[in-house]
């Protein structure tokens, strides 16, 4: 379902693709999942976030906190503060965003396909660190993969219970 990017588009080392069916609008997925400040409900490496507009469209930015662990359950906990640009805005089909971490960057993606009744929802991260982060990178990698498992779930769990509320 991952469309072609268009641009300018550099790899990064950790790339993470997962896709769900979730039975729900694509309208009210779109709704919910372009608002930051509600990820923490479904995404366990939210803490909060925060913006200016209430719907964010192409150019808008965000700052959202995150934490991670990536020797789970074994502490530390690696906090972030990410600033967002929103790099693409196509209500109800694609989402995309790029953001700056003190020693890195990462890009997001959501694509919606609504077909009878049901939304086919795609999440893509892409994340690259520089310094003594980047030694962390299988770690990351590993505790990224097994989170956006548990976020898709979490987030189909939440529309589904909601009916769709944003």
Do not use: C
Not at 26 to 47: F, G, I, M, Q
Not at 86 to 107: L, M, N, Q
Not at 125 to 138: E, I, S
Request: aromatic fraction near 10%; hydrophobic fraction near 35%; charge should be positive.
């Amino acid at each position: 379902m991952r469309q072609p990017t268009t641009g300018k588009y550099t790899p990064m080392p950790i790339a993470i693709h997962n896709e769900i069916e979730i039975a729900a609008t694509a309208k009210d997925l779109y709704n919910y999942v372009t608002k930051p400040w509600r990820w923490h409900e479904w995404h366990p490496n939210s803490r909060s976030a925060t913006a200016a507009h209430r719907h964010l469209a192409t150019g808008d930015e965000f700052f959202e906190q995150v934490e991670i662990q990536p020797l789970a359950p074994f502490l530390p906990a690696m906090k972030r503060s990410i600033a967002y640009t929103v790099t693409e805005s196509v209500p109800f089909h694609t989402w995309k965003a790029e953001g700056r971490i003190k020693d890195g960057r990462i890009r997001i993606r959501y694509d919606f396909e609504e077909k009878g009744g049901v939304t086919f929802f795609s999440r893509s991260v892409d994340l690259d660190v520089t310094g003594m982060t980047r030694m962390l990178l299988p770690l990351l990698k590993l505790r990224m993969e097994t989170l956006s498992m548990i976020a898709l779930t979490k987030l189909k769990e939440k529309m589904q219970e909601n009916h769709g509320e944003s």
